[in-house]
């Protein structure tokens, strides 16, 4: 069920019938790349998919890929760690 699921999501018939324009899939952590992809769908005639994917927490060493930090906030200690690990 889940294979026919991400078919059915994945197929450009369903994008089409919603009158979409799909675009992607594209690296949600380059940002002058997404900035210029941007750039350039934002005077689309048809609404557009942007497809991006992106790692939660990416370049701080205890958040990336844990999905528990999503939404929590770090402490003062916490901070300073990730801004070392995000220089």
């Known amino acids: 069920v889940k294979k026919s699921i991400k078919r059915l999501f994945n197929s450009n018939n369903f994008i089409d019938n919603l009158g979409l324009k799909y ?4 690296n949600g952590h380059d940002l002058k790349s997404l900035i210029r992809l941007l750039q350039q769908i934002k005077d689309s ?3 557009t998919l942007l497809h ?3 790692v939660k927490g990416k370049g701080v060493s205890f958040m990336e ?6 939404g929590s906030a770090p402490n003062a200690e916490q901070i300073a760690q990730a801004m070392e690990d995000l220089k």
């Open 23 to 26: 675009v992607g899939v594209f």
């Open 45 to 47: 005639e048809n609404p």
């Open 52 to 54: 991006v994917k992106t």
């Open 65 to 70: 890929n844990q999905a528990g930090w999503h």
